[in-house]
Nanobody
Framework: QVQLVESGGGLVQPGGSLRLSCAASGRTIGGYVMAWFRQAPGKEREFVSAHSKRHGGPFYAGSVKGRFAISRDDAKNTVYLQMNSLKPEDTAVYYC???????????????????WGQGTQVTVSS
């Protein structure tokens, strides 16, 4: 079992930055695909970014590429999402997810992940 706890969300003005953290416990994440998803009110959960040592990467959704950066510190068992140039449309609850056995083509599919955090709210507004 892997437990995931996100932190770092909050209210930020358009153009601002935030860094989300996802602390894992229970297992070391070195062999896991680690990903970030988000869900805005009234919308489906959508893929944001993923990183896998086995499949390479990082991988990003087109809407965040060039603005967001995923990184991982396996020694701290933590994954990060640096979010720059934030836009109002980035407003959502952001979730960390993990899975050990994903294939490359499944990494953007939220249904394929076994482990999820509780989410952290990010609000981009002036």
């Amino acid at each position: 079992q892997v437990q995931l706890v996100e932190s770092g969300g909050g209210l930020v003005q358009p153009g601002g930055s935030l860094r989300l953290s996802c602390a894992a416990s229970g297992r070391t994440i070195g062999g896991y695909v680690m990903a970030w998803f988000r869900q805005a009110p009234g919308k489906e959960r959508e893929f944001v970014s993923a990183h896998s040592k086995r499949h390479g990467g990082p991988f990003y959704a087109g809407s965040v590429k060039g603005r967001f950066a995923i990184s991982r510190d396996d020694a701290k068992n933590t994954v990060y999402l640096q979010m720059n140039s934030l836009k109002p449309e980035d407003t959502a609850v952001y979730y960390c997810a993990a899975d050990r056995n994903l294939i490359l083509s499944s990494m953007s599919n939220s249904e394929q992940y076994d482990y999820w955090g509780q989410g952290t709210q990010v609000t981009v507004s002036s």
